[in-house]
C-alpha cells in the first residue's frame, strides 16, 4: 500500500498567515500540522509516500525534505491548481500504479492515527474505505447518506440541504477500481473533480464502499478557530519537560515544556504550554493551551490560548488570546495620545478593537 497526502490548497480561510505560508505547515504544538499526518502513515507501516504539491511546494519540500526523517520515501507531485480532490487522484495515476492506497489531506488532524483504519481495509478489501463524523454544520464538507443497515448509498459534497450529519474525515482509503472513477469524472459546480462524485462513481459501479463513523476526534485545521482548538488538544497530553533555562523568579505550573535554548525569567507559565527553541520570555504571563515557536520574544506581556509562530515579538502589551501570530509578526503597545489605533493590514486580515 501507498499513500496519497495532499498538501496543494492555498489556504484562503486562513488568510493572512496562509498569503506568505503553506497553511499545511502552520504549527500545532510546534510542529507542523502536515508533520502528524506524515507520522500517522509511517505509523501505519506504509513507506512510500506521493506528496502533492502547489504553489507553495518549495516550503513543504524543505520542511519534508526526501521524507527519512519520518521513516518515508517521499515523491513530490506537482499540481497546477487546486482543482479537487479527485484531481490530486488524477496526476499521481501514474504514480500510484495498481496499488492500493491511503488518500490523507496534509491539513487534516486525526487523534489515534489510522493503523486499525488500513488493517481493516487489508483484511475486508472493499472498493473504497471512507471515515465519517457527526458534525453540526454539515454543509461546509462532503456529506453521506447511509441506509438502515448503514451501507453508503449517497454522497454529496458541500450540500445546500445534507441528507445526514455525518461528514467524510479527510482519510481514504481506496483500490485501483477508483482511477477508473476518476476518469469519468467531470468538473463539479464548483469547477474542480470531487473525491465524493468518484466514490459515488463506485458505488453506483456496484462496487463496494465501506465506512466507519469515528467517535474520536477530527479537525480541518482550514480556520484559526480550528487550529487554536487542534493545538488545545496536543497540548493537553505534553509531558512537563524543562532543556532550557529557568530562573529562581519564575514560576512553571502544570504541563509546560520548555525547549533547548528557551530562556524563562521574572515570568509566569501556566501548562498546558510550550516554549520553543531560543524563545526569550521575560516579566510576562503565558496562560494555558499556548505554543510559543523558536526565537519568538515575550517582554512584559501576557498571552493565552493563542499560536505565536516563530521569531514573532509581543512586547508591553495586555492580555492577548486565541490569537494567531504569524513569522516574525510584532506586537507592540498603540502611543497613548492622539488616543487612535494605527494599523497596517495585509488582504483578508480581521482586526478586532475594543472602543
Known sequence: MKALVLAGGSGTRLRPITHTSAKQLVPVANKPVLFYGLEAIAAAGITELGLVVGDTHAEIEAAVGDGSAFGLQVTYLRQEAPLGLAHGVLIARDYLGD???????????????????????????PSAQIMLTRVGDPRQFGVAELDAAGRVIGLEEKPERPKSDLALVGVYLFSPAVHAAVAELKPSWRGELEITDAIQWLIEAGLRVESSVISGYWKDTGNVTDML???????ESVEPRVDGHVDAASELVGRVVVERGATVERSRVVGPAIIGERARVRDSYVGPYTSVGADCVLADAEI????????????????????????????????????????????????QIST
Open 99 to 125: 496499488d492500493d492506497f491511503v488518500m490523507y489531506l496534509g491539513d487534516n488532524f486525526v487523534v489515534g492515527g489510522i493503523n486499525g483504519l488500513v488493517e481493516r481495509f487489508a483484511r475486508e478489501r
Open 304 to 351: 493565552a490560548y493563542s499560536i505565536v509562530m516563530p521569531r514573532a515579538s509581543i512586547t508591553g502589551v495586555g492580555r492577548v488570546e486565541s490569537s494567531l501570530i504569524g513569522h516574525d509578526a510584532e506586537v507592540t503597545p498603540a502611543p497613548n495620545t492622539p488616543r487612535a489605533h494605527r494599523l497596517v493590514l495585509g488582504d483578508h486580515s480581521k482586526v
Open 229 to 235: 482548538e487542534v493545538n488545545r488538544l496536543v497540548l
